[in-house]
């Protein structure tokens, strides 16, 4: 698959904020990996500057986890500790900072969360990545979706598929294809239904099916890490269905580099990241 041209990083009078900016919301008390592999990947995948941001009571363990090349941002947060829906105040002050959000991994669905999910889906202007608890979140309240000011990728597995649509997930297996199609002409977004031979569906009727990866893949994080990859080139300003398109098969194709040489049975999400660069080169 050719590249985009901003991949081939060929102008030398660029900088990182020519590159986008991602803001990954995600995280809670006992899931700060999300957040972490999330931000990663963005970076590995051309991001020019990617900030973490997570409930304040969490900012400074965020720290200590996360790679130093990612920045951190401290939200309000409720009294479970994760995001508050004032956390949305904080951040529609300096929206126009970020070229993509990532919101959903690791968030946890409490009440005050799950409005503060509703407002950003919503309102963000820009291009955003709706991923596994903003899903869930979702599920509860669709109708925000077509009412989004900017694009919205949606990475479901058949299980949050079958949530947002209330049919089984034995109906979403049998009918991949037409479910994922029908949702995304229906609430103008583009979906990336996860599995094996993902399914790349766009708001204006095309599909795509891709090829490769493996079940070694079936691993914690590893949805997180592809989440943070399409975010990266919505940031580098790549439209909305090539973007999922190309981090789908970008994301496959480590994870086959990393089953090689690590075998199936012993990939990790860290070795999905760690095999990005040689992909995009």
Same mark, same amino acid.
Request: charged share 20%.
């Given at each position: 698959m050719p590249l985009p041209s901003v991949l081939l990083r060929r102008n030398p009078n660029l900088n990182k904020k020519d590159f986008g900016h991602v803001l990954v919301v995600a995280g809670s008390q006992s899931m700060l990996g999300a957040a972490?592999?999330?931000?990663?990947?963005?970076?590995?995948?051309?991001?020019?500057? #990617?900030t973490a941001a997570v409930a304040k009571s969490?900012?400074?363990?965020?720290?200590?986890?996360?790679?130093?090349?990612?920045?951190?941002?401290?939200?309000?947060?409720?009294?479970?500790?994760?995001?508050?829906?004032?956390?949305f105040d904080d951040l529609k002050e300096i929206f126009s900072k970020f070229n993509a959000v990532v919101i959903g991994?690791?968030?946890?669905?409490?009440?005050?969360?799950?409005?503060?999910?509703?407002?950003m889906i919503e309102h963000f202007p820009g291009p955003m990545v709706v991923d596994a608890d903003a899903l869930n979140a979702l599920a509860k309240n669709v109708k925000v979706l077509p009412r989004a000011k900017g694009p919205r990728i949606l990475t479901p597995h058949?299980?949050?598929?079958? *949530?947002?649509?209330? *049919?089984?997930?034995?109906?979403?297996?049998?009918?991949?294809?037409?479910?994922?199609?029908?949702?995304?002409l229906h609430n103008n977004c583009t979906v990336v239904l996860k599995g094996h031979r993902t399914l790349i569906a766009s708001a204006y009727g095309k599909v795509v099916v891709n090829t490769n990866g493996n079940v070694g893949m079936a691993t914690?994080?590893?949805?997180?890490?592809?989440?943070? #990859?399409?975010?990266?080139?919505?940031a580098q300003g790549i439209a909305p269905f090539e973007a999922a398109r190309l981090g789908v098969y970008c994301h496959g194709k480590a994870g086959d580099l990393a089953a090689k040489a690590k075998s199936k049975a012993?990939?990790?999400?860290?070795?999905?990241?760690?095999?990005?660069?040689? #992909?995009? *080169?």
């Open positions: 972490a592999l999330c931000s990663l990947s963005a970076m590995r995948a051309g991001a020019g500057l #990617v969490l900012n400074l363990t965020l720290q200590k986890k996360i790679s130093p090349v990612v920045m951190t941002l401290s939200l309000a947060q409720n009294s479970n500790g994760t995001l508050s829906l004032k956390a991994p690791g968030m946890g669905l409490d009440a005050s969360t799950c409005q503060f999910i509703y407002k058949e299980g949050e598929m079958s *949530r947002l649509i209330g *049919r089984s997930t034995k109906d979403v297996k049998a009918n991949r294809k037409e479910i994922a199609l029908y949702f995304a914690a994080g590893s949805g997180d890490v592809l989440t943070g #990859v399409i975010a990266a080139f919505l012993s990939l990790i999400a860290t070795d999905i990241i760690d095999y990005l660069p040689k #992909v995009i *080169r």
